[in-house]
């Protein structure tokens, strides 16, 4: 189990109690469990042991009320587990009494051990007792099983203590995830909360901008027309940097309020035509193969917002290739389970590490990029019912492709 998995991420971070004591709770948990099963399996050996002292202790003390003889038999009724009972006599040489001695002189009360009897285990202790005036000693056999049900009542405990404890560890596992989860949960709500109060904002600001800036640049425009030819250069700056402007308030204004999609059936031939136009105009005299696969089919969506997201894949794949660099970008249209349409280019790919970011808005990796580029064009996708995935390949080169449905383009048409 890893203890990073308990650390928390992000703005939310974990008190003293979630970071530290709840994972050592919970790792200490099953190490308690195990200590005490082994605790518990080693005192069994002194539990048997006081067990079967105790029926000795029982059988002794009848022994001085019965006489001799019909001792074993007498006892034997009444204590199941006597397997044997012998008496000896202090003075019978027979019987090996001098090996007793620390017995006769009181200084032991029992003297035990385990041995076997026909092949079962049994327990032999030796006692002293009074009878018929004389010290006798008495040799009882027990039948060592007699204790077995102590051992199995010590597996159920242990069982019992290690399922409960299993469901514990389990149990707080779970809410531990729970708790990660729905806090993780509610990070993502307070982004996109956060997200969408920062684009409204943004459309709000440049909805401001954009009539002033309309008016400085027609002015500056107007002005250029009727310059001198160094006035016309202090001026081109102007004209140069508006249009930037005039593009960043475009874009803020598109990421606050994406349109509503118009839907109507749409060819992919004129499409083609249309985003070919503007990409060779854009690459202009690079040294960049264009290519846009043609084919007769035409299905409902919103030709403006689908162009306009299409334009802004080519605008990045155009970016993506080093300015004197020879490259290639290609348009592709895959009918298999709906639409897709992707966007190849041989540019060095998106690092891994950039990866993710780049759909934040204001992720950029250019000089003049605005960060909202592939933010709206996900959000215009989404409009028209489809993803946006990028995709970077081995060896430089990306793949950004929009996927459409089976359900929303099933009505394509084949036309020619
Ligand atoms: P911008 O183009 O203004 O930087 P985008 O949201 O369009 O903003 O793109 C964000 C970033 O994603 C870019 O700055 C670039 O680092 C990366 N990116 C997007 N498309 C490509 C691509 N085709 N090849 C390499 N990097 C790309
Ligand atoms: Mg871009």
């Given at each position: 189990m890893q203890l990073s998995w308990f650390r928390e991420e992000g703005p939310i971070r974990g008190n003293f109690i979630s970071r530290l004591l709840l994972p050592m709770a919970v790792l200490a948990l099953p190490v308690v469990l195990v200590w005490t099963s082994v605790r518990t399996f080693r005192e069994l050996d002194e539990q048997k042991a006081v067990y079967l002292r105790n029926h000795v202790a029982l059988v002794a003390s009848r022994l001085e009320n019965i006489p001799e003889e019909g001792a074993f038999e007498r006892l034997a009724e009444e204590e199941p587990h006597l397997v044997g009972l012998v008496i000896v006599r202090r003075d019978d040489p027979e019987t090996h009494a001098a090996n007793l001695t620390p017995l006769w002189n009181g200084l032991e009360l029992f003297r035990t051990g385990s041995l076997e009897l026909d092949g079962v285990?049994?327990?032999?202790?030796?006692?002293?007792?009074?009878a018929a005036g004389g010290l006798r000693i008495a040799r009882i056999d027990l039948d060592g099983r007699a204790a077995d049900f102590l051992v199995v009542h010590a597996r159920h405990n242990v069982l019992a203590a290690l399922t409960g404890g299993l469901v514990l560890v389990i149990l707080s596992l779970y809410a531990l995830w729970m708790a990660r989860r729905t806090a993780a949960m509610q990070m993502k709500q307070l982004e996109l909360?956060?997200?969408?109060?920062?684009?409204?904002?943004?459309?709000?600001?440049?909805?401001?901008?954009?009539n002033p800036l309309g008016t400085i640049k027609g002015f500056a425009q107007?002005?250029?027309?009727?310059?001198?030819?160094?006035?016309?250069?202090?001026?081109?700056?102007?004209?140069?940097?508006?249009g930037r402007l005039e593009h960043l308030v475009n874009d803020l204004l598109l990421y606050g309020r994406p349109p509503t999609p118009a839907f109507a059936v749409t060819g992919w031939s004129r499409m083609a035509t249309?985003?070919?136009?503007?990409?060779?105009?854009?690459?202009?005299?690079?040294?960049?193969?264009?290519?846009?696969?043609?084919?007769?089919?035409?299905?409902?969506?919103?030709?403006?917002?689908?162009?306009?997201?299409?334009?802004?894949?080519?605008?990045?794949?155009i970016e993506a290739i080093p300015s004197d660099e020879p490259g290639e970008i290609s348009i592709r249209l895959d009918r298999r389970g709906g639409a897709s349409i992707s966007v190849t280019d041989t540019g060095p790919g998106i690092p891994p590490a950039d990866e993710p970011r780049v759909w934040e808005p204001f992720f950029t990796t250019k000089p003049f990029?605005?960060?909202?580029?592939?933010?709206?064009?996900?959000?215009?996708?989404?409009?028209?019912?489809?993803t946006l995935a990028l995709q970077s390949r081995d060896g430089g080169g990306t793949v950004a492709t929009v996927r459409f449905p089976a359900a929303l383009t099933k009505n394509v048409e084949v036309s020619g």
């Open positions: 285990p049994a327990y032999r202790a030796y006692i002293p007792f009074h909360e956060h997200l969408a109060r920062l684009g409204r904002l943004a459309a709000v600001l440049a909805h401001e901008i954009r107007l002005a250029a027309e009727q310059a001198s030819d160094c006035v016309k250069e202090l001026l081109a700056p102007i004209l140069t940097e508006t249309a985003i070919e136009a503007h990409a060779r105009q854009q690459i202009g005299d690079r040294p960049i193969r264009f290519q846009v696969e043609r084919s007769a089919v035409a299905w409902e969506t919103d030709a403006n917002l689908l162009q306009q997201i299409l334009l802004n894949l080519v605008r990045n794949a990029g605005t960060g909202l580029g592939l933010p709206i064009t996900a959000k215009l996708a989404e409009a028209l019912g489809g």
